[in-house]
T-cell receptor, first 115, second 113 residues
Framework: EPEVTQTPSHQVTQMGQEVILRCVPI?????FYWYRQILGQKVEFLVS????????KSEIFDDQFSVERPDGSNFTLKIRSTKLEDSAMYFC?????????????FGDGTRLSIL | RKEVEQDPGPFNVPEGATVAFNCTYS??????FFWYRQDCRKEPKLLMS???SGNEDGRFTAQLNRASQYISLLIRDSKLSDSATYLC??????????????FGQGTILTVHP
């Protein structure tokens, strides 16, 4: 069964440094998402991406965050200057065409630790 | 009021038991509903979509009541492998929304021998 893959599985970074989290969505999917989950808290939406542009973003997704689909397969999340509170599990998700009834499929996440 | 609210539990049940989880959502324009399960420090995995008429998948039954903005999940004949956090998830698509998912905080289930 095709799956969403994320790299790295764990990223440790000094506060203030830039970090790029990478995702390869399922190949025939057209909608892409990033979510995060702070330890012990619920999963929170960050951003959705369709047709090579951001379609929606949350209040969390401020100027320090950006997303890109540099080629036909990768989907990246960049945090320009990391803060301690960015420490969380980051999940990438994708879904095909067919309306919102189509469930999103999640990658196994990147654990980001900011020191 | 929280957008999606669940009883956090934990629910501790013996193998073979039947257990039910409830969930309420605040946005009446919500369109799609799901139950995901999440194992410790893992990604959410789709358990089942929830349809207006209710639906069943093996030991799992989901119900939706749009008038009350209420969703439920029933697990029959619980297995040890059912131990996980169950996430009630709602999707709203309107205006510029492209189906972002809104998660409840999850209900923890532990099934013991």
């Amino acid at each position: 069964e095709p799956e969403v893959t994320q790299t790295p599985s764990h990223q440790v970074t000094q506060m203030g440094q830039e970090v790029i989290l990478r995702c390869v969505p399922i190949s025939n999917h057209l909608y892409f998402y990033w979510y995060r989950q702070i330890l012990g808290q619920k999963v929170e939406f960050l951003v959705s991406f369709y047709n090579n542009e951001i379609s929606e973003k949350s209040e969390i997704f401020d100027d320090q965050f950006s997303v890109e689909r540099p080629d036909g397969s990768n989907f990246t999340l960049k945090i320009r200057s990391t803060k301690l509170e960015d420490s969380a599990m980051y999940f990438c998700a994708s879904r095909p065409l067919g309306g919102n009834r189509q469930p999103q499929h999640f990658g196994d996440g990147t654990r980001l630790s900011i020191l | 009021r929280k957008e999606v609210e669940q009883d956090p539990g934990p629910f501790n049940v013996p193998e073979g038991a039947t257990v039910a989880f409830n969930c309420t959502y605040s946005n009446s324009a919500s369109q799609s509903f799901f139950w995901y399960r999440q194992d410790c420090r893992k990604e959410p995995k789709l358990l089942m979509s929830v349809y207006s008429s209710g639906n069943e998948d093996g030991r799992f039954t989901a119900q939706l009541n749009r008038a009350s903005q209420y969703i439920s999940l029933l697990i029959r004949d619980s297995k040890l492998s059912d131990s996980a956090t169950y996430l009630c998830v709602v999707s709203y698509a309107g205006g510029t929304s492209y189906g972002k998912l809104t998660f409840g905080q999850g209900t923890i289930l532990t099934v013991h021998p």
